[in-house]
């Protein structure tokens, strides 16, 4: 069953439009990966999702339900959540206080999904009692990522989440996503790391100057030239 | 520690400019001879709020430094200046009784020193907490001042008397102003103005270029007061009345801040905008509006923010289209009679 | 500039500031009032045409400055009339000896000015700080001697006036054998004097003497009832002058002394033609009296009437010498100037009011008109009234 | 000849040691990597060294003289320069301006500071861009802009925390080109990054932090096969990702 | 050498005045420390406060301790439509342009409030009866102790608000990162309109409370707002008990200050103590510095 369906939509910053007619769709249960050159409007398309940015033309829906033109904190209890690209924590709160305001839609399902985060992220159980500013910055994008959980979503927006990450963790991190996808989490996530995205994904997508250019399976894709040409530096 | 290596180019460049303000300078200097008293007090303060505005806007619109204290360097200049003039008054010895030029120009140390000693101390401090520590100490400086009745003549007051005629006076003060206008225009497009400029944006990464951060804001803060010192300092020669309740009031403060957020920060020709826009708004709406002419002002005031948040300046600029990058504009031209 | 260019010679114009709004407006009416009656006054009595003036100088020095450079900058002005209070009133000062006008200021008591900004053009027909000491020590008089307090309480603003009348205070009544068990200085516009109060209650104070502005006599009074302290004499000189007074305290004001130069119950010097005119002007209901600064400013205007009267001329040295040499009679009692402008030594006595019911009462010296009463005294505690 | 040294290097934040007893020493014109897991302490140990903070114990020397306790714009007088993890542009200043500030108060005598912002900008390849301002850039540009400023203060020793982090493949390629250049001029310059193929493919040697400590040094061959480094930081199929990007 | 009693009875005074101060600065603190936004206006929102409260004592006799209700809901409501239509145009165009703006409102407002009420000082009283309360030699002023118990209430209630509920943690997370509490789905543009509400809302009744004790004039604006920083940087900006404690600091040093130094240095007392805690601690006695890069 489809769970996200993005329908041609056109997306501008002022009078500067940055992404034409994209269209792609998530299946429930799915790991979707969006790639594409640095500027190429992932950022762009995710933000049009969860819903920072409107677009100008075409439609987004969501489990049925047109979201396009909602604001986040009517998406975010719908069940999506995005964890941004930078570092957007609460830097004078503490990481546990951080957790406890990803759960801010799920205040029931908080304790469970906290055991969870820890779980994934032994380090952010270590630090919790540490204000979020003065973590590395690794560490504070392991604390935006499991708050981005704690909202229990149906559908997970990843921008970039092994960004900065030592490779260890950079594994620890994709296999964590795994593992959320397999507990029933749909993920939709945009990536550097081409490697691992399409590892880890079903499909994939190709974003290239605010188009898409390539679809398919993850596996046809990691063995697509021209994807080995701009991203694998082949 | 400034390389002044042509910093007039741009000013000098498009003679058009240099001749509207030639135009315009001249036109101030016969204010004090063709209309009556009042007007010319009008045109006074407007001078005062343009060099106070250009001023602040070193400090505030280049540097980055929003001081809420530039009051204090202003009223101290006058009534320094006042002592200076008039010793007797504050029983300071008559020996020191000197010319209004001699006082002014003291009146501009006086400020720039205090600024060095307090310089060190309130540059700990950024951001907003450096607006109300200046905000504060201009505060304790008008307290004390206050309480110090003895120098400042207290709530009735200081009267000063000196050699000029006031047309002299208000004369000096429009080639002070002049001078100030080119003296920051040249700083700013100096080395020196490219490290305010510099950490204006971001203090911690020009310091890893190799700015002295505090060396800068130092400069800046101490040029700046002198300047507003020199505004106090003719403010009491001319009005030959000062008393800190009213010349330290934050009231000049916040005037100072409109008229630079008016004309347009971080641009020369903002401040001179701004003031000329200032005194008219002001005294047009006391005669238009009465009572009502603040609240007025006000809403103005706001309104210009909302829909006009580059100022004037801006206004003027992309109507004309004769800007330049906002931060290095070279447009220091105005014509202040015009405002009228 | 064009000030004072040409002149018409037609009629007299006088220039004013009062303050209607600011710290001092609760008085600036009734000194309106005073001026108008003055002037219509003048008009009566004079062959030429009377006119004043008035801007509002929203009790700030600098608007009086800039409203007279105004009014002169666009009239032949012939003499300035001042303000209210020390503050205001040397602005205009200031103002009229650099132009060389003749200038009348009351409603101040403050003596410093005159002696150190050497004069030559301001006048002042009003009651002045030795007055005022003179004054007290003659109301505590009044008290049977017995019964008489001793322990003087003075709280000094930190004005120049407030440190003069202070001293005047702390001499004359030191001299007459009372205590002075306080005397400590207030920021002027503070309005918490709950550690004053402390203070003089610790101290034993029985008369308190203060210079404070209107809103803050107010406020003083009220703290004193909250923190269940109050002297047996209380003289605030300035602040007790206004209406406000009343309406701002009620019961609570009364037995507050006053000196504003003038009290309704004086007689002669034309106070009996101040009363008829005010009743005509404006009105009395039963049992109201005049406001005390009406008083001081029709004063003002009887001053100048009777130096334009004797100099036969409106040129303003005509006038200044007609000031210097020329004996006043007023309202407010007869005097002549010194050099400086201030009333000669000993002649003013500064007439104390007292509130009862919602009016000002001449208490000192004794007389006879309409609103004298006795003096009250003690002032009964809080629980008592 | 060694040109930076760390002596026994301590930084504690409360009970935390974010660097603990690190020394170390670079010589001239080396290009040395600086690896380690996230909160190893990296970006600390740049800050000790370039003055932004103070050490609790130990000593920087640059050139043989102690620099620590000294102010980032000293040490910048005195030869090495920084650039930050999280681009830090001058907002309203232009590029060629942005690299001024470096030329003019880098502390070397430079005769046209204004030409030799263009140069550095030239150099990094923003040259037709020198008159727009920072807004204007993308993530990649404005990681050389950051190079090209320090450049400008013509220093001797340069530290880069994590140019190559979030870039593609393409302006990674063009930032290593870029570091490899420098390293041509004969400069010192210290890196951090965890973008293995970039950081692998510059450095000389390369130093491992972890959990404050320097827990290894050595050729990036040598690291590759550390085990202890494999295991605290690279993971098992480093080897692979490195190298591919090996060239 | 001042005898102990007075040491005492001026210490308890200050520590009364001090609640007062505190509540008069919670506004302005919140408002800082959530919105960094500083509002210059804050002082004239005490003084409408206090004039909601004297007219419907006046006109209704109603006592300043409902007054102060109804003056905490019209600010609120002026506070959230200021929000809505004016300032949030100006956040994050810079520090100043907020500032100007609420300069402008200050203005108006005192101008406005000059044409309405005219400049006679005016007050309330609290309406109950009470009489000051003593201890030995030591006496209360009812009146004070009745607002400080309300300003200690007001306060409570303020930071258990922030603290406990929801929207108190939406609130907090919002002033720490816009964007991530909108991640999380906090509509934080209605956030901002609550918190300059509840701002401005504390200023209203901070100056329904004034009004019991202190004359109000449309002047007052400048001066309240002066202590107010005062006490929002003792107390450290945000924060809710600092600013209780940076009032009481305040209050109790100017009181005791006086006796020891003279009451013209009532101010003088509090802006040097206020510098100089500036100084050594520049985020207040307990704000917290950020630290990293
Ligand atoms: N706020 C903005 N205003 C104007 N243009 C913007 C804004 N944000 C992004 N852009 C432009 O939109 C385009 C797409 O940006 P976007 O951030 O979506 O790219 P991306 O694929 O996420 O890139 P990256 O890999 O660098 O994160 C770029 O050209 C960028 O410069
Ligand atoms: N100001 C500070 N206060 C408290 N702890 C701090 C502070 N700055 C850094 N730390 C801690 O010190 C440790 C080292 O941080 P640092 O930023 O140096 O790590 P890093 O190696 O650069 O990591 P990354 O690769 O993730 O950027 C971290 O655990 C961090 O939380
Ligand atoms: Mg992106
Ligand atoms: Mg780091």
Redesign the pocket.
Known sequence: MTLLEVDSIDVA??D?Q?VWDVSFSVTEGETVALL??????????LKTICGPLTPMAGEVTFDGESIGHLHQDEIVPKGITHIP?GREIFSDSTVRENLRLGAYTNREGMDEQLTRVYDVFPRLEERQGQKAGTLSGGEQQMLAIGRGLMSDPDLILLD?ASLGLAPVLVEDVFDAIERINEEGTTVLL?E?DVNNALRIADRGYV?ES?RITLSGDAAELADDERVAASYLGG | MVSLTGPFEGLFGDRRRVGLFVVAVLALAVVPYTTTRFVTNIFFNGLVFVLLGVSWNLIAGYTGQISLGHHAFFGLGAFVSAWLTTPMRAGLPESIQSPVLVAVAAAAIVAGLLALVLGPILFRLTGHYFAIGTLAVAAIIQLVLLDQRQFSGGATGYYVSNELEPDVVFLLMLVATVACILVTYAIVNSRAGLGMRAIHDDEDAASSLGINPLRYKMFAFIVASMMAGIAGGFYAQFWLYVNPDSTLAVSWMVDTLVVVVLGGMGSMAGPLLGGALFVALDEGLRQIAGEFAPVIEGALIITFIIYAPGGLYKLLADRFGDAESPAVDEDATTDQSGAE | TLIGDEDDGEGITIAATVPRSGQFSSLGTAVEEGYELGVARMNEELDEEVEIIMHDDESDPEVVSQSLTQITSNNQVDMIWGSFSSVLVTAGSAFAENQGLPFLGAFFAFEGPHRNEGYEWTYSPFPKSRDVARSTQGLLELIPEGERPSNIGIWEANSGWGEEQADYWEETLSGAGYDVVLRETYQLGSEDFSSLISQSASADVEVLLSTPTPPGGITAVTQMQENGWAPQVLKFVRAADPTAWWSGLGEAGAYACMCPGWVPGLTGGGNEQLWSAYEDEYGLDDGELIRTPVGGGYNLAQTALQAVQAADSTDPGAIQDALRSESFETVIGSFSFEDNGLPAEGELTAPTGQWWEGNQHTVYPNADGRGASDFRYPIPSWSER | MTVLEGEQLTKRFGGIVAVDDVSFAIDRGETVGLIGPNGAGKSTLFRLISGVQEPNEGTVYLDGNDITGLSPHEICHRGLVRTHQIVRPFETLTLVENAAVGAEFGGRDVDDPEERAHEVLEFVGLDEMAHTTPDEL??GALKRLEIARALATDPEVLLFDEVAG?L?TEETEAIVDLIGDIGDQGKTVFLIDHVMRALMSVSERVFVLDNGSLIASGTPDEIQNDRRVIEAYLGENAGETAGAAGD | MVATDLVVQSLLNGLLLGGIYAVAALGLSLVFGIMDIVNLAHGHMLMVGAYVAITLFTAFGLTPIVGMVVAFVVLFVLGMALQRVVLKRVVGEGMEQPIIVLFGLALMLQSIGRIVVGSDAQATDIGIPGNPVSIGEITLSFPRLVTFVLSLALILGTWAFLKYTTTGLAIRATAQNNAAAQYMGIDTANIYVLTLGIGTGLAGAAGALLSMLFPITPFVGWSYLLKAFAVVVLGGVGSVPGTLIGGLILGVSENVGVLYLGGGFRDIISFTIFVLVLLVRPHGLFGNSGGGE
């Open positions: 910053y002022g500067i940055v594409g050159a640095n500027g190429a409007g992932k950022t762009t398309v690209e970039e945009v550097q974003l605010g | 993308s993530v979030g593609d």
